[in-house]
């Protein structure tokens, strides 16, 4: 059998990022921990940036992952809040890859269809998918569910990744 590995999913989001740590044993998959890092609204953009930071940094020394993925961001209508979540979704990915993760990156469809069967799935069908995938799971948010999603995403695309890189190295 393959050996543990934990898995940290992030669905960033300035407001709330959602976090969801799985344990991925070949095909099974088992359900850690899940929830939310919180930034205040009536703080700067740099203090809530920093909570964001910090809030993932305490997910990864509590939870040990071996692994990180994060969804790609959908991409706003409105500039200044594309802008806002694209400074959270990158303090999604420089702090797993400070503490040492390799961290994926997944869009939001590609996550969709790994988890429910169909790209353009509403929140409420992953949440279901997640129940089922994953029966001991506590989502209590649309985000946490979110993040499982996307944990689940790279454990089933994990070994495809690691095979074409290996390809590429070789030639």
């Not at 070949?26 to 920093?50: D, I, N, P, Q, T």
């Not at 790209?119 to 995938?133: E, F, N, P, S």
Request: aromatic letters at 2%; hydrophobic letters at 45%.
């Amino acid at each position: 059998m393959a050996p543990a590995i934990r898995i940290l999913g992030i669905d960033p989001g300035l407001r709330k990022t959602g976090w969801g740590v799985i344990v991925s044993e070949g095909s099974k998959l088992s359900f850690l921990a899940c929830g939310c890092v919180e930034s205040a609204g009536g703080l700067s953009l740099g203090e809530r940036l920093r909570q964001l930071h910090e809030g993932i940094g305490k997910v990864i020394c509590a939870y040990e992952p071996h692994e990180a993925a994060v969804e790609e961001t959908f991409v706003n209508r409105d500039p200044q809040s594309a802008l806002k979540l694209g400074q959270a979704r990158g303090i999604a990915l420089v702090v797993p890859s400070l503490a040492g993760l390799s961290v994926a990156e997944y869009a939001a469809n590609l996550v969709k269809k790994t988890v429910v069967g169909v790209g353009h799935a509403d929140k409420k069908q992953i949440q279901a998918m997640i129940r089922v995938l994953l029966p001991r799971a506590e989502a209590t948010s649309a985000d946490a569910a979110d993040a499982l999603a996307v944990a689940i995403c790279h454990a089933q695309h994990r070994g495809m990744r690691a095979l074409v890189a290996q390809m590429r190295a070789a030639g």
